[in-house]
């Protein structure tokens, strides 16, 4: 029982650490820069939304102070089913070179991005939402890295800020991902882009599909062309944090649910002959990350059944049960949040709880769609 919990402990270790140091180490014996150069290529700017009255306005505002030459750069909304006044926000703005893609009927963030790219005008299509804000000099920023050719996306990295204008609970662990990112970059490619804003050569976003996670699936269409997807720690996309722990919870549960379905319909990326390093990176950030929340469930099990007889297993036993404790406390009194010794268990259970309840939902046939808006 000791050495399975040995075993599901490392597991999980090198989930979390024992990747990135593989990293590290693979970068000491390869790097591949990018060779980034002044490039200005015509651009489409997409922002997705879906009943967005409050904050449209504001994100407009912040879109056309980007500084990008204007005859270069599409701005089009894409309105996937809105009731609300969105749609109506979004034409006052027409006069200034914003194009609304009115879609009637709501099918999902992915099908409405689908439809917005075959009307582009773009070299380059920008995926943005609705709640991040970019600084002026971004997209210039960002386009240098397309001077590469062996750039098929770049990925901006997160910034999380929570009501106090403070790093939240989720700050910590973007930061580890956005370092994970940059690592990635400087060995071989992501493997995952950030959602809320990056940027793809038109020719790898052709065939997007409505029910798969663009972000995702846009670095799998970049490597499938022979290109790659980079992170530009330079360009940075700030967002507030998701209003409730419950709301973060559901936003986790969907974003992993979506994952699963490209990573299980693009099994592909598994064959090392033929990607390569991809292949190593993309089983250890994605599939083994996932396989986490049944790593502790081994550990917590082999623990209290080898306690019977062992002081050494009661000692582990006590420090997981310490451990799950503070997250259960951090969830059941949210005024104790921004303790360190809370914050930190809470957010990592929340994160593979999200990731069982994902599994559960995947093998009993679910398949998340449908897009809902994080309210944040």
């Not at 800020?161 to 662990?173: L, M, R």
């Not at 071989?188 to 882009?193: I, N, P, R």
């Not at 804003?197 to 846009?218: K, L, N, P």
């Not at 709880?353 to 009993?364: E, G, L, Q």
Request: proline share 4%.
């Amino acid at each position: 029982m000791m050495t399975l919990f040995a075993m599901a402990v490392a597991a999980a270790a090198f989930a979390y650490f024992g990747y990135p140091c593989s990293l590290i180490l693979i970068s000491l014996l390869r790097t591949h820069t990018v060779r980034k150069a002044s490039f200005f290529p015509r651009l489409t700017f997409l922002i997705t939304v879906c009943n967005e009255e409050q904050r449209i306005r504001s994100k407009l505002e912040n879109t056309l102070a980007l500084e990008y030459p204007r005859e270069l750069l599409q701005i089009m909304v894409a309105s996937d089913g809105s009731t609300d006044s969105t749609n109506s926000i979004v034409r006052e703005f027409g006069d200034r070179g914003v194009e609304l893609l009115e879609i009637t009927e709501r099918r999902g963030k992915e099908s409405a991005q689908k439809d917005a790219v075959a009307v582009a005008t773009g070299e380059v299509v920008v995926f943005s939402d609705v709640a991040t804000r970019i600084e002026p000099d971004a997209l210039a920023k960002m386009m240098m890295n397309f001077a590469d050719p062996t750039v098929g996306c770049v990925s901006s990295v997160d910034r999380v800020v929570g009501s106090d204008g403070k790093p939240c609970g989720e700050g910590a662990y973007v930061r580890y991902e956005m370092c994970l990112r940059e690592l990635e970059s400087r060995v071989s490619s992501l493997v995952g882009l950030s959602g809320s804003f990056f940027a793809a050569r038109r020719e790898v976003c052709r065939d997007f599909s409505a029910d798969m996670q663009s972000d995702f699936r846009t670095v799998l269409n970049s490597m499938k062309l022979g290109l790659r997807g980079v992170s530009d720690p330079e360009v940075v996309g700030y967002y507030p944090d998701v209003a409730t722990p419950s709301r973060e919870f559901d936003r986790k549960v969907r974003t992993v649910l979506r994952g699963m379905t490209v990573f299980f319909r693009n099994v592909e990326f598994l064959n090392p002959v033929r990607y390569g390093l991809f292949a190593y990176q993309y089983v250890c950030h994605k599939l083994l990350r996932w396989m986490v929340p049944f790593f502790l469930l081994m550990a917590f099990l082999s623990c209290g059944i080898a306690a019977f007889q062992s002081p050494l297993a009661r000692l582990f036993l006590l420090l997981q049960v310490l451990f799950y404790g503070l997250a259960l406390v951090g969830w059941m009194f949210p005024q104790v949040h921004h303790c360190i010794v809370v914050k930190i268990p809470l957010y990592f259970m929340t994160v593979n709880m999200a990731i069982a309840v994902a599994w559960w939902r995947y093998i009993r046939g679910a398949r998340m769609v449908m897009w809902v808006p994080s309210q944040r």
